[in-house]
């Protein structure tokens, strides 16, 4: 059963940060690509980062140098560093898994990021 569980959300004042953190169980790590979804009250999911087995990321226009994904092959665990929060990334966000094997999406279940103006 493959699961992703999310940590290190809350609430944080605008300019501070937040790291979050997915552990993904269930799969080898090595064959996914993992990344950061996130939805905000009334919009759509979007895409924030992605990063593959070989280290190369992907960032959304709006968090380009302020946010940072990396990942630990040794704890199969993916990492969100978000910096000089804004009152627009409040959203809640999901850790997503993209599984070569079986081209497979899996998901997390979110977890509440509320940044304060």
């Known amino acids: 059963q493959v699961q992703l569980v999310e940590s290190g959300g809350g609430l944080v004042q605008a300019g501070g940060s937040l790291r979050l953190s997915c552990a993904a169980s269930?799969?080898?790590?090595?064959?996914?690509?993992m990344g950061w979804y996130r939805q905000a009250p009334g919009k759509q999911r979007e895409l924030v980062a992605t990063?593959?087995?070989?280290?190369?990321?992907n960032y959304a226009d709006s968090v380009k140098g302020r946010f940072t994904i990396s990942r630990d092959s040794a704890k199969s665990t993916v990492y969100l560093q978000m910096n000089s929060l804004k009152a627009e990334d409040t959203a809640v966000y999901y850790c997503?898994?993209?599984?070569?094997?079986?081209?497979?999406?899996?998901w997390g279940k979110g977890t509440l990021v509320t940044v304060s103006s």
């Open positions: 997503n898994a993209f599984y070569y094997p079986n081209g497979m999406n899996y």
């Open positions: 269930g799969i080898l790590f090595s064959r996914a690509t």
């Open positions: 990063i593959t087995n070989g280290g190369g990321t």
